[in-house]
């Protein structure tokens, strides 16, 4: 079994700030993890991914996510937000080695950016 | 290369009626599944399909239905349409089983 908390529903910043939206895990097999950036009316586009390789993963757009296994944590933070940032976020895990291969995605994290 | 594409954008349907919607993947990705989004429920997983053959299913009923065929596309197929089926429906595509997923814009299916 395997299952996504993310933590806070919505994250309000201002621009120029960092993000940190936060995410913890559970799988019963060794997991790939992902971070989905979602816009108004749009599809789901991969930010980056955890493969069990490095466990700090840089994205696009600036974002990246460090896998703390210990804590069961895969956090995605910024250095500085823009306004172009504000989207709806999902962490994903996919149990990687298991039979029944889905992705279970987290609820979601809503970022606003201030000006 | 292309993306994933999902056919049609938008869709208004009447209670009772059936629905057909399509993915065409990423050109070489085997591996296709299909996800359900509302405000109330997130993304849920409906199936997945695998050199044509459903290797997965979500907990939803036999009312949704899939299939996908030689080329790698796919179909879902909803019969019996109730209110609550009214959801964006995003399709995902994969080069192998368990990596990461490229999604297609969704169809917006609205019941009345």
């Known amino acids: 079994a395997q299952s996504v908390t993310q933590l806070d529903s919505h994250v309000s910043v201002s621009e120029g700030t960092p993000v940190l939206l936060r995410c913890n895990y559970s799988?019963?097999?060794?997991?790939?993890l992902f971070w989905y950036v979602q816009h108004p009316n749009k599809g789901l586009q991969l930010l980056l991914k955890y493969t069990s390789a490095a466990t700090l993963v840089k994205g696009i757009n600036g974002f990246e996510a460090e896998f703390k296994k210990s804590e069961t944590s895969f956090h995605l933070t910024k250095p500085s937000a823009h306004m172009s940032d504000a989207a709806e976020y999902f962490c994903v895990v996919s149990a990687s080695g298991g039979s029944n291969y889905k992705l279970t995605f987290g609820k979601g994290t809503l970022l606003t950016v201030n000006p | 290369k292309a993306g994933v594409t999902q056919t049609p954008r938008y869709l208004i349907k009447t209670r009772g009626q059936q629905v057909t919607l399509s993915c065409s993947p990423i050109s070489g990705h085997r591996s296709v599944s299909w996800y359900q989004q509302t405000p109330g429920q997130g993304l849920q997983f409906l199936f997945e399909y695998f050199s044509e053959t459903q290797r997965n299913k979500g907990n939803f009923p036999g009312r949704f239905s899939g299939r996908q065929f030689s080329n790698s596309r796919s179909e879902m197929n909803v019969s019996t349409l109730e209110l609550g089926d009214s959801a964006l429906y995003l399709c995902?595509?994969?080069?192998?089983?368990?990596?990461?997923?490229?999604f297609g814009q969704g169809t917006r299916l609205t019941v009345v």
């Open positions: 799988s019963s097999y060794s997991p790939s």
């Open positions: 995902a595509s994969s080069p192998l089983r368990g990596t990461e997923a490229f």
